[in-house]
């Protein structure tokens, strides 16, 4: 069983640079990829970024690349997202996510992650 929990969201000022924080609990973490998505209000979830396993490798949606980074500690559990010139499209749910199968890069599909946390929101304001 894996338990994951968001952090670092709040209320940002556009051209902020919040880091997110995914905290998980459970023996898998480290040999899974971790994806981040986001949510905003009446749209679909979409995919943001995701490391490999190792964290040598890191994908990200063409709407944020160049804007944030992705990274990840496995000796404390943890991945982080740092944003980066934050926009108010920017503005959503942020959820962090565990891949279903393990030592492979990972995917876009919100179907390929099994394990979710609860979310952490945030909201840029212009």
């Known amino acids: 069983q894996v338990q994951l929990v968001e952090s670092g969201g709040g209320l940002v000022q556009a051209g902020g640079s919040p880091r997110l924080s995914c905290a998980a609990s459970g023996r898998t973490f480290s040999t899974c990829s971790v994806g981040w998505f986001r949510q905003a209000p009446g749209k679909e979830r979409e995919f943001v970024a995701g490391?490999?396993?190792?964290?040598?490798?890191?994908y990200f949606a063409d709407s944020i690349k160049g804007r944030f980074s992705i990274s990840r500690d496995n000796a404390k559990n943890t991945v982080f997202l740092q944003m980066n010139s934050l926009e108010p499209e920017d503005t959503a749910v942020y959820y962090c996510?565990?891949?279903?199968?393990?030592?492979?890069?990972?995917?876009?599909?919100?179907?390929?992650?099994?394990?979710w946390g609860q979310g952490t929101q945030v909201t840029v304001s212009s």
């Open positions: 996510a565990l891949d279903r199968l393990p030592y492979r890069l990972g995917s876009v599909r919100i179907t390929e992650y099994d394990y």
């Open positions: 490391i490999s396993p190792s964290g040598g490798r890191a």
